[in-house]
Nanobody, 125 residues
Framework: QVQLVESGGGLVQAGGSLRLSCAAS????????MGWFRQAPGKEREFVAA????????YYADSVKGRFTISRDNVKNMVYLQMNSLKPEDTAVYSC??????????????????WGQGTQVTVSS
């Protein structure tokens, strides 16, 4: 398992940008696919973005395509989520996740191996 700690959340106006970071520790970071999820109040956790071990496969939810960018640095053991053109409906707790299989992150979140504690993102209108 890998331990994950997110940072970078906050309050931003609609149209603004934020960059979330997720620091990983534990077993070899480059062995893991990484992802970002979000959960708004009263809603289920939903997939946002995923990246495989070397960045060769990247996936986004339709709701964030063209606005969000996921990236990783295997030297620094970090994964990032650059969020641009933020909308009030992007307000949620954002969590990073790690799993050996990117397909698990994309389509089977109940089986994802490791989760961070989450960071709050609030977008005001």
């Amino acid at each position: 398992q890998v331990q994950l700690v997110e940072s970078g959340g906050g309050l931003v106006q609609a149209g603004g940008s934020l960059r979330l970071s997720c620091a990983a520790s534990g077993r070899a970071f480059s062995n893991y696919a990484m992802g970002w999820f979000r959960q708004a109040p009263g809603k289920e956790r939903e997939f946002v973005a995923a990246i495989n071990w070397n960045g060769g496969r990247i996936y986004y939810a339709d709701s964030v395509k063209g606005r969000f960018t996921i990236s990783r640095d295997n030297v620094k053991n970090m994964v990032y989520l650059q969020m641009n053109s933020l909308k009030p409906e992007d307000t949620a707790v954002y969590s990073c996740a790690a799993d050996s299989l990117i397909d698990t992150i994309i389509s089977n979140l109940s089986r994802v191996g490791s989760w961070g504690q989450g960071t709050q993102v609030t977008v005001s209108s």
